[in-house]
C-alpha cells in the first residue's frame, strides 16, 4: 500500500475548479494505517490528493474534505460513490470485512475499530480557508445489520449543515480481490471514489482520488473448504500450483485456482466449464498424473469431479469429469475422502445420518452401490480420512461419537478388514467430528502415519507398519491445537510427508497463529510461523521447486471468520526455518 500513482500534487490541485463560495470536494488524503486514530496526522500512504497503490482485502481509509455554497441552507447527509476502470459511477454499499452481512461487493464500507460511526473530526487535511464546522467519520457499527445503525443506514454520513463552510469526513473502506457473481478484481484495476449527496446530487467541481489495485504477492483471497481433506496446492510435473477454493462465503462456487510463479500469483481456470455443484462443505482430492481427482460432499449427496493440469498433453487446465453422483446421502455433517487405486479405480468415503458410507467407481467409470460401515454396530461414526497403501490397499481412519477413533483397511476385493481401536478421548460434541487429520503413507515402509486430535487439544499420532498392530500413540504438539476455530469440526492442523519426515502445521488455540513441527529425531517443539492472525485452516504438501527447493507450500485462513479474502500462500523451505509468507 506505499506505491504511489497519478500527477503528483501539483498537477493535481489543477484539477480542482471550484471557489470559496462554491460546493465541492476539492481535497483528499489516502490512509493505509486502518488502526490509527481518526483524527490523527499519520498513516498516510501519500501526501494531500496524491493517488496511491491499494491492496486487496487490505482495508483502507479515505478522508475528503468537502465545501457547501454559503447560500446553501439545511443540513444534508452524503454517501460515497465508486466507478471501477473508469466505467460508471456506483453507489458504495455498507458490507463488513472479511464477514459481510449479506452480499460481497467488489468494494464496501466496512467497520472499523479505530472510531466509532459518526465521530467527529478536526481539521485535519488544512486544504482550504474557509470556516471549518466538523465533519464524521464513516464506518460500519459493528454487528449492525447491513441497513441500518444508529444513524439511521450505514451507507451515508450524519447530517451536515456547513453552509459556507468546509468539513472533513473518513471512510472506512475494502477493495476485494473476488466478489459476487463471482467476479474478479485484478492487478492495475483502478478505483476511483467521491461523495455525492445521499440522493446523488453531485457537489459540484470534484478532485477525486483514483487508487489502483495491487494483489499482494502471495495472496489468494476467497474462502476456504468448510471442511477439507486435501485440496493443494497440487504442483504439476511443469511445477504449476493448483488450489481449491470458493470465491465468497455469499457466493459458493467451486473454483480451481492456478500459480504459474511458485504462489505469488493466483487466478482461477477453466471458469466457464466449473462444477454446477456449490457449497464447498467437504472437498478432498488427490493428484494422479495429470488429473486432480476430487471427491465433494453437500448435505443430499457425494459428487466427483475431475480436472486436468497444465500438463495434459490434449486438454490443459480444464473441467474434465463434472457432478458425477458418488453416492446420496444425507451427512448429519459432511466430510468425505477418496483414495485412486492403479487401475484407475476410485474408492470413496463420505457421512451418511449416522454412519460413514463409501462406493466404488469402476475403472470404467460406473459407480457401485453406497454401502454403510458398521451399519448395526455402536457408535455412530464421522470424520473419515482415507490413504492408498501397497498394493492398492486403502487404509481408512474415522471418528466415533463417543470419542473413539477407528483403523481399518478396504482391501482389493472389496472386503473391510476388522476395526481396531486408535484412541478415546476425542470428545462427543459435533465439533469434534473430524478429529482425524489428513492420513500419511511411507512406501519405502509399508507404514500408515495416523494423527489425531484429542479433547485435551493436543494431536497425537500412531502407526501401522506392515499391517501389524497400531504403535503406541506418541505426543505430537507441546501446544493446544484449535478444532471447529470456524464451523470446521476439524483441528485447524496438516500433516505431509518429505521422505520419512512427518512435518505438521497447525494454529495454536490461545494465539491462533500459526506453528510448525517435524519428527526428525523425534516430535520437535513448535516453531512460530505465521502470528497476528486468528488462524482457522491450513492445507498443504511437499514438491521441488522448479529451482531445485525442496518446500512444503501451503494455503492458510489469516482471520477471515468463515468470510473471504484472507487465504494466503506460505512457504516452508525444508531443512530450513525460513518461511515466504
Known amino acids: 500500500m506505499n506505491g504511489r500513482i497519478g500527477a503528483g500534487l501539483g498537477l493535481m490541485m489543477l484539477a480542482w475548479t471550484g471557489g470559496a463560495g462554491l460546493g465541492g470536494q476539492p481535497n483528499f488524503r489516502v490512509r493505509s494505517d486502518f488502526a490509527a486514530p481518526l483524527n490523527a496526522d499519520r498513516g498516510w500512504a501519500g501526501a494531500l490528493n496524491e493517488d496511491v497503490t491499494i491492496g486487496a482485502d487490505r482495508p483502507f481509509r479515505v478522508r475528503f474534505e468537502v465545501q457547501r455554497p454559503s447560500e446553501a441552507s439545511g443540513p444534508r447527509l452524503f454517501r460515497l460513490q465508486y466507478r471501477r476502470n473508469a466505467g460508471a459511477w456506483t453507489d458504495l454499499e455498507a458490507q463488513d470485512f472479511p464477514k459481510p452481512d449479506a452480499g460481497t461487493p467488489r468494494a464496501s464500507i466496512i467497520s472499523c475499530a479505530a472510531y466509532a460511526n459518526g465521530a467527529a473530526t478536526i481539521d485535519l487535511l488544512a486544504g482550504l480557508p474557509t470556516g471549518f464546522r466538523p465533519g464524521t467519520g464513516v464506518s460500519l457499527a459493528e454487528g449492525a445489520p447491513t441497513r441500518t445503525n444508529a444513524l439511521g443506514a450505514p451507507d451515508r454520513t450524519a447530517a451536515w449543515a456547513g453552509a459556507g463552510a468546509h468539513g472533513e469526513f473518513e471512510w472506512a473502506l475494502v477493495v476485494r480481490r473476488y466478489a459476487d457473481g463471482p467476479v474478479t478484481n485484478e492487478e492495475g484495476d483502478t478505483f476511483e471514489f467521491r461523495m ?306 512427518v512435518h505438521v502445521l497447525f494454529v495454536e488455540e490461545s494465539s491462533r497463529s500459526l506453528f510448525s513441527t517435524h519428527d526428525r529425531g523425534g516430535w520437535q517443539p513448535a516453531t512460530l510461523q505465521v502470528d497476528n492472525i486468528r488462524g482457522s485452516w491450513v492445507r498443504g504438501s511437499v514438491y521441488t521447486r522448479p529451482d531445485g527447493v525442496r518446500a512444503y507450500g501451503y494455503v492458510y485462513d489469516a482471520g477471515s471468520e468463515g468470510g473471504a479474502g484472507m487465504n494466503r500462500f506460505g512457504e516452508l523451505v525444508l531443512g530450513d526455518t525460513s518461511l515466504r509468507k
Open 196 to 501: 455525492v449527496e445521499a440522493d446523488g446530487t453531485l457537489l459540484g467541481a470534484y478532485r477525486n482520488p483514483v487508487l489502483r489495485l495491487a494483489v499482494p504477492p502471495g495472496h489468494v483471497g476467497g474462502t476456504f473448504v468448510e471442511t477439507p481433506g486435501r485440496i493443494g496446492p497440487f504442483q504439476a510435473s511443469n511445477g504449476d500450483l493448483y488450489f481449491i477454493m470458493e470465491p465468497a462465503e455469499t457466493n459458493n462456487a467451486f473454483l480451481m485456482i492456478l500459480s504459474t510463479d511458485n504462489g505469488i500469483t493466483w487466478r482461477e481456470v477453466d471458469a466457464v466449464n466449473r462444477p454446477r455443484t456449490r457449497d464447498l462443505e467437504s472437498v478432498d482430492a488427490r493428484l494422479v498424473g495429470d488429473t486432480i481427482h476430487i471427491i465433494h460432499q453437500v448435505t443430499e449427496s457425494a459428487r466427483y469431479h475431475t480436472f486436468r493440469t497444465s500438463d495434459h498433453p490434449a486438454r490443459p487446465n480444464t473441467w474434465a469429469v463434472r457432478d458425477e453422483r458418488a453416492g446420496v446421502v444425507t451427512a448429519v455433517a459432511q466430510m468425505a475422502t477418496l483414495a485412486v487405486r492403479s487401475d484407475g479405480s476410485v474408492a470413496a468415503f463420505y457421512v451418511g445420518p449416522t454412519k460413514i458410507h463409501y462406493s466404488i467407481r469402476s475403472p470404467a467409470g460406473a459407480w457401485g452401490p453406497v454401502t454403510a460401515i458398521d451399519a448395526d454396530v455402536a457408535p455412530n461414526l464421522a470424520g473419515p480420512q482415507a490413504v492408498l497403501g501397497a498394493n492398492d490397499t486403502v487404509h481408512l481412519a474415522y471418528y466415533g461419537t463417543d470419542g473413539t477413533l477407528w483403523y481399518r483397511r478396504l482391501l482389493p476385493s472389496g472386503a473391510l478388514t476388522a476395526r481396531e481401536q486408535l484412541a478415546a478421548g476425542a470428545g462427543t460434541a459435533r465439533k469434534h467430528y473430524g478429529s482425524v487429520l489428513p492420513l500419511l503413507y511411507l512406501r519405502e515402509t509399508n507404514t500408515v502415519v495416523i494423527l489425531y486430535r484429542l479433547e485435551s487439544g493436543t494431536l497425537w499420532e500412531r502407526r501401522i507398519v506392515n499391517d501389524g498392530p497400531p504403535t503406541a500413540a506418541v505426543r505430537v504438539t507441546d501446544r493446544a491445537v484449535i478444532t471447529n476455530a470456524v464451523d470446521s469440526q476439524q483441528p485447524a492442523a496438516d500433516a505431509v510427508l518429505d521422505g520419512a519426515t
